[in-house]
């Protein structure tokens, strides 16, 4: 029999400690991207004790650990859990004794804790394996932060490292503001949007700005371009399936007398569901090229799907909810009522397999969650609290759904 959720939550709280300090070493030295050397490295040490099947990245620092249970082979469960690494280029601001030593770069994100925790999951997991009816695969992840880190992973295998394809992920993502600290929230369907890039560019001819007629001005077609795709957003798309495109990046001329040649325009395109996504790389284009034509300008427009609408599956999502329940009490875990605009590259795994990625608030004590800095800022803070509840879940999914799939 798999050990009770009540020991698994004490046997996280014991090794808490452990899992603070891991935490806090891996935010003193953040890396970004897909090659994280430092990090790679704390991860093998924290896990070369525990007897694992590692396997590591060919074309990024990845480990992929698998734990053998003590039912193993082709035709056993196999579940996986994931832990992103990756920092961000921000400049960290606050006040922490465990602060970036790393200049403009930062863990403004919570990706060490995940890791943390996915380590601490790891230890706890080890020491029940002749408990475990199946497989544990666990997928310490770089890149996530625009890379394609689990793009990456997903083609060099982590989804068959235990021999076949794994029947169930999950992962874990704290917010530094957002709800209750060390309360776990999240929902079936679309949990998180889908990111892709716009890239506009639009020729004309230049001439003096005194003399528009006998020029063909890329800027006014450029920003008409801008003001149709607000409108397309608005008339094209059902108010309750969402799109949003915001501009951030508008470059044209150098001089205010003078009418370039080009524009140039850059956007964030977000959806909440595959077919939004489809009808804007097929529509978008169209839209632009018609504007141009009644401009007498020519343009290029480039979109680029980078990652898709995350979306759980209704039973995981649900196992998860149960399983957080099983732990803790019921103030543990709040319904989403709606998704994130924010964009996840664990999408691609669920794109893949049944699973469920979850929210744990880590609001810092004494803040108010609509007073606190979201995730991403230089300012952003972490409660170490939520370090052995992170832990505590991921081991109760790998051991409650490897004996759920068994039973079957």
């Keep these: 029999m798999i050990t009770s959720p009540a020991q698994i939550v004490s046997d996280a709280e014991h090794l808490a400690p452990e899992v603070r300090n891991l935490r806090h070493d891996l935010h003193r030295h953040p890396e970004v991207g897909l090659h994280l050397p430092v990090t790679q490295q704390r991860v093998l040490d924290w896990l070369e004790p525990l007897g694992f099947e590692i396997t590591l990245g060919k074309d990024l620092s990845s480990v992929t650990a698998v734990l053998r249970g003590k039912a193993s082979g082709s035709d056993a469960p196999k579940v996986l859990l994931r832990g992103d690494m990756d920092g961000l280029p921000v400049q960290e601001k606050t006040s922490l004794d465990y602060a970036s030593q790393t200049g403009n770069t930062m863990h403004a994100c919570g990706h060490d804790l995940h890791t943390a925790m996915l380590a601490g999951a790891a230890t706890l997991l080890a020491d029940r394996r002749d408990q475990l009816p199946g497989d544990v695969v666990f997928m310490f992840q770089p890149g996530e932060e625009g890379f394609d880190g689990a793009g990456h992973m997903i083609r060099e295998g982590v989804l068959d ?180 605009a924010g964009s996840e590259d664990f999408s691609k795994v669920l794109d893949e397999v049944p699973g469920a990625f979850v929210f744990l608030s880590a609001l810092a004590p004494g803040t108010a969650a609509s007073e606190a800095e979201y995730n991403h800022s230089p300012y952003a803070h972490f409660d170490d609290a939520v370090l052995a509840r992170g832990t505590a879940l991921y081991t109760q999914l790998a051991c409650g759904k490897l004996a759920e799939l068994a039973s079957r």
């Design 161 to 340: 490292a235990a021999g076949s394809r794994v029947d169930a992920a999950f992962g874990i993502h704290v917010m530094s503001a957002l709800g209750v600290s060390g309360q776990f929230t999240s929902r079936p369907g679309s949990i998180m949007s889908s990111s892709s890039a716009l890239l506009v560019e639009v020729r004309g001819k230049g001439g003096h700005g005194s003399a528009p007629f006998l020029a063909k001005d890329p800027v006014n077609a450029a920003t008409q371009m801008v003001v149709a795709l607000q409108t397309m957003v608005t008339r094209r798309f059902d108010v309750f399936d969402p799109v949003v495109i915001s501009v951030g990046v508008f470059h044209a001329g150098g001089a205010r007398n003078v009418i370039p040649d080009t524009a140039r325009f850059e956007a964030t395109v977000r959806c909440f569901s595959h077919e939004s996504t489809a009808t804007l790389q097929r529509e978008i284009p169209q839209l632009l090229a018609g504007i141009a034509q009644a401009h007498g300008v020519e343009v290029d427009v480039e979109f680029r799907p980078e990652y898709p609408v995350t979306v759980n599956h209704e039973a995981e999502t649900e196992f998860a909810r149960q399983s957080v329940l099983e732990l803790f009490d019921d103030a543990a875990y709040a319904h989403m009522a709606h998704p994130l």
